[in-house]
């Protein structure tokens, strides 16, 4: 399995004039919005969730956000960290409300079942969903953000509030941790020789 990097596939410059006629109640620019950013954003969230029904109503919520707070987007920066922020924002309630209580007790370390070998080599291979299960939240967002929806180091690092730094220490973390594990996957299980005899060699 290959983490290619998907970025969209409008500059930055044609979101923010997109975003300037949408503060203008142009709905035209705002149906394009729509159409070119929900994609990644449900990946965002159904690949940290791993449930659709949720990514769904986070991505609606988000939208609903956006349009609530679309006059504090400054003409002029970068859109994707702006609508990102909000959308982390929003997982981040999510997260919150449906785990308020037992979200002590969650495991950071349950892994999940990668599916058994198989004859075809490459359909044994976990994917993205199940490799970025066993990373830390926040290793996981991270490559979420870099490999699925395009964004640079930079303009995680605005999301997150963080540094480029940061950023980069964590995606090399979770790169090495996925590595580990796409390593194992490809090898397969380790077989165990079978015991020798206790007799074998000893004089009659």
Known sequence: MQ??????????????????????????????????????????????????????????????????VRHTYRAGDPVLPWVYTIARRVRVDNYRKRYRISSREMGVDVLPEFPGQKNDETSSLPSFEELVAVLPESQREVVTMLKVDGLSLEEIARVTSSTTGAVKQKAHRAYERLRKILERATKGPERTPPPQSASKGVAQ
């Not at 990644?40 to 159904?46: D, K, M, P, T, V």
């Open 3 to 68: 983490l290619e990097a998907q970025p969209s596939a409008f500059p930055n410059a044609e979101f923010e004039q997109l975003m300037a006629r949408y503060q203008q109640a142009d709905p035209g620019a705002v149906a394009v919005l729509v159409e070119r950013l929900s994609p990644q954003l449900y990946r965002f969230f159904a690949s940290q969730l791993g449930n659709r029904a949720d990514a769904e109503d986070m991505l609606q919520d988000t939208w609903m956000r956006i349009h609530r």
